[in-house]
């Protein structure tokens, strides 16, 4: 009982300490917060390429409310000679890039044994989604593997998932998946040594689907075939390629049927996010600056996560594809600085539920590219994912924010180094926070010297590794804002400074600022902050 009361009691110092930092400046717009780090275990795991990005098929005639934004960024014309290009994703090493899309369930695919004519994408407003089938030929394949080669990208496929199927006028196919086309391209690809990550079925044809739609029931059986198919081609090499699936907006009711239905025989499940509405919305930047607009997408996540481990499934979730705002964006906002805050908010929210993966729609292409469709120089995102993908480990830590409700607060194990890495986001247009970090549950203690214990006597706390006592304890930080204060502008700051590639081409280093571990984080108002926390050691972590 005595402890019992000695808990409460520190319990309650907490909170006073707690509230006693959280008050308000108004003369300076300042706000203190405190951010709360439970270390004794992750509550999620990411894939260490966590980070991943898509291409598309949409030739140039793709226009959305009358702006035509995909220039030559389809699978099928993009500049693979382009240095920039080149340099933006070797930067990763590696980047997960899907191919795929909603054109992608209409193309077919040259192959040695395919006899009708290789033809283009073109526009035909009384067919499927506007265009006429289209074909990839083989010579273009293999220029995409050798810049695949080149950057270091681990590759996932979309293959068609209507070959063979009827349209109904109800918006339904039906029949079975014809897989002998995608198996003659997929012989051709193990023939030519390319490398897969993996194969993934259809676009969007999960739940009422968009455009059309496949019953749960038929689809888990087309990715058993999809799985056997892959199994058979290769067999005589050391690994496989993933099995993936649906690709499309998360039904649950659907993806219950589905998961249930395949059980080992897919091994990720995809889904697609653009909960922002059209891209045509003039009220975009208010959703994205709107925490409680944000949190909406939590439910998904939850459910998804739900769905997986009352099923048999083994399958892990990827987010597949999330561009934000459907119909291929909106110029000067999906491709400009505001877009990081939903974005970094949207990785470090399916973090926390468990998602493997998260590719964005896309990384070059409409108005949501990482990169500009024109030039490939980065746009603010691509920054704020390389960031993400050097910083984040794999392992997510539970953390919550006790202040102003415009800061959203996201930590991880470092990656590739010792201690966290702190991401905080700061919707607030005026407020400038100071927050300090305290890891709760857990102690704290300076590491001495002193006689190895048994193990049978060793605590499992949080170690602060102190360097000698003249030596102050540094951490690094990383604060990005938008260039002249402009949520709408496309060049994004690191520490005051400019991020631009160099004349040859080259992305830019992406140094930190140190700073007094003592010190609480200062996040301005419209900044995100990554701050890399070397000096704690947390059982999560190690």
């Given at each position: 009982?005595?402890?019992l009361?000695?808990?409460?009691?520190?319990?309650?110092w907490?909170?006073?300490?707690a509230l006693?930092?959280?008050?308000?400046?108004?003369?300076?717009?300042?706000?203190?917060?405190?951010?709360?780090?439970?270390?004794?275990?992750?509550?999620?795991?990411?894939?260490?390429?966590?980070?991943?990005?898509?291409?598309?098929?949409?030739?140039?005639?793709?226009?959305?409310?009358?702006?035509?934004?995909?220039?030559h960024?389809s699978l099928?014309?993009?500049?693979?000679?382009?240095?920039?290009?080149?340099?933006?994703?070797?930067a990763?090493s590696?980047?997960?890039?899907?191919?795929?899309?909603?054109?992608?369930?209409?193309?077919?695919?040259?192959?040695?044994?395919?006899?009708?004519?290789?033809?283009?994408?073109s526009?035909n407003?009384?067919?499927?989604f506007?265009?006429?089938?289209?074909?990839?030929?083989?010579?273009?394949?293999?220029e995409?593997?050798?810049f695949?080669?080149?950057?270091?990208?681990?590759?996932i496929?979309?293959?068609?998932?209507?070959?063979?199927?009827?349209?109904?006028?109800?918006?339904?196919?039906?029949?079975a998946?014809?897989?002998?086309?995608?198996?003659?391209?997929?012989?051709?690809?193990?023939?030519?040594?390319?490398?897969?990550?993996?194969w993934?079925?259809?676009?969007?044809?999960?739940?009422s689907?968009?455009?059309?739609?496949?019953?749960?029931?038929?689809?888990?059986?087309?990715t058993i075939?999809?799985?056997?198919?892959v199994?058979?081609?290769?067999k005589?090499?050391?690994?496989?390629?993933?099995t993936?699936?649906?690709g499309?907006?998360?039904?649950?009711?659907?993806?219950?049927?589905?998961?249930?239905?395949?059980?080992?025989?897919?091994d990720?499940?995809?889904?697609?996010?653009?909960?922002?509405?059209?891209?045509v919305?003039?009220?975009?930047?208010e959703?994205?600056?709107?925490?409680?607009?944000?949190?909406?997408?939590?439910d998904?996540?939850?459910?998804l996560?739900?769905?997986l481990?009352?099923?048999?499934?083994?399958?892990?979730?990827?987010?597949?594809?999330?561009?934000g705002?459907?119909n291929?964006?909106?110029?000067?906002?999906?491709?400009?600085?505001?877009?990081?805050?939903?974005?970094?908010?949207?990785?470090?929210m399916?973090?926390?539920y468990d998602?493997?993966?998260?590719?964005?729609?896309t990384?070059?292409g409409?108005?949501?590219?990482?990169?500009n469709?024109?030039?490939?120089?980065p746009?603010?995102?691509?920054?704020?994912?390389?960031?993400w993908?050097?910083?984040?480990?794999?392992?997510?830590?539970?953390?919550?924010?006790?202040?102003?409700?415009?800061?959203?607060a996201?930590?991880?194990?470092?990656?590739?180094?010792q201690?966290?890495?702190?991401l905080?986001?700061?919707?607030?247009?005026?407020?400038?926070?100071e927050?300090?970090?305290?890891?709760?549950g857990?102690?704290?203690?300076?590491?001495?010297?002193?006689?190895?214990?048994?193990?049978?006597?060793?605590?499992?706390?949080?170690r602060?590794?102190?360097?000698?006592?003249?030596?102050?304890?540094?951490?690094?930080?990383?604060?990005?804002?938008?260039?002249?204060?402009?949520l709408?502008?496309?060049?994004?700051?690191?520490n005051?400074?400019?991020l631009?590639v160099?004349?040859t081409?080259?992305?830019?280093p992406?140094?930190?600022?140190?700073?007094?571990s003592?010190?609480?984080?200062?996040v301005?108002p419209f900044?995100?902050v990554?701050?890399?926390i070397?000096?704690?050691?947390?059982?999560?972590?190690?």
């Amino acid at each position: 009982m005595g402890f019992l009361f000695l808990q409460m009691g520190f319990c309650i110092w907490v909170c006073l300490c707690a509230l006693c930092f959280i008050s308000v400046n108004s003369e300076s717009g300042t706000v203190g917060g405190i951010v709360f780090i439970e270390g004794k275990s992750a509550i999620g795991r990411t894939d260490t390429d966590f980070i991943c990005a898509t291409l598309d098929w949409w030739p140039p005639e793709k226009c959305d409310y009358g702006t035509c934004s995909w220039g030559h960024a389809s699978l099928l014309n993009l500049d693979l000679s382009n240095n920039i290009f080149l340099n933006a994703v070797k930067a990763f090493s590696p980047l997960k890039i899907r191919l795929g899309g909603t054109l992608q369930d209409k193309v077919i695919y040259e192959t040695e044994d395919q006899r009708q004519p290789c033809l283009q994408f073109s526009k035909n407003t009384s067919e499927l989604f506007s265009f006429t089938e289209g074909c990839l030929p083989l010579s273009r394949w293999d220029e995409l593997n050798n810049f695949f080669n080149k950057s270091g990208a681990r590759v996932i496929f979309g293959l068609n998932a209507l070959n063979g199927r009827s349209l109904q006028p109800d918006g339904s196919a039906v029949g079975a998946w014809d897989s002998t086309n995608a198996e003659s391209f997929m012989r051709y690809t193990v023939k030519k040594d390319y490398s897969i990550y993996g194969w993934e079925l259809g676009n969007e044809l999960s739940g009422s689907g968009v455009g059309v739609r496949v019953a749960a029931d038929q689809y888990a059986t087309d990715t058993i075939s999809l799985q056997k198919v892959v199994q058979d081609i290769y067999k005589s090499n050391e690994t496989r390629p993933l099995t993936i699936g649906p690709g499309g907006f998360f039904d649950a009711n659907w993806f219950k049927e589905f998961a249930d239905k395949t059980t080992n025989s897919v091994d990720v499940l995809t889904h697609h996010i653009y909960n922002l509405g059209p891209g045509v919305d003039e009220h975009l930047v208010e959703k994205i600056v709107d925490p409680s607009y944000l949190d909406g997408e939590a439910d998904t996540f939850s459910k998804l996560q739900s769905t997986l481990k009352s099923s048999t499934t083994s399958a892990t979730a990827w987010v597949g594809e999330a561009g934000g705002a459907y119909n291929s964006g909106h110029d000067l906002v999906t491709n400009a600085f505001v877009f990081s805050f939903w974005y970094l908010d949207q990785l470090g929210m399916a973090s926390t539920y468990d998602t493997k993966t998260y590719c964005r729609q896309t990384l070059v292409g409409g108005n949501y590219g990482l990169l500009n469709t024109t030039t490939f120089v980065p746009n603010p995102d691509y920054y704020s994912a390389l960031l993400w993908h050097r910083l984040m480990g794999e392992n997510v830590l539970s953390t919550n924010f006790s202040g102003t409700k415009k800061i959203r607060a996201y930590a991880h194990c470092a990656k590739h180094s010792q201690g966290i890495t702190l991401l905080l986001i700061n919707l607030d247009n005026t407020t400038t926070v100071e927050a300090k970090v305290n890891f709760n549950g857990t102690r704290i203690l300076r590491q001495q010297r002193h006689k190895h214990r048994s193990r049978g006597h060793r605590e499992k706390v949080v170690r602060v590794h102190q360097q000698q006592k003249k030596i102050e304890r540094m951490r690094e930080e990383y604060h990005l804002t938008a260039k002249d204060g402009n949520l709408h502008s496309q060049i994004m700051l690191l520490n005051g400074e400019i991020l631009t590639v160099n004349s040859t081409g080259h992305i830019p280093p992406l140094v930190p600022v140190k700073v007094n571990s003592s010190e609480p984080i200062t996040v301005a108002p419209f900044s995100i902050v990554f701050s890399h926390i070397p000096n704690v050691v947390l059982p999560a972590c190690r």
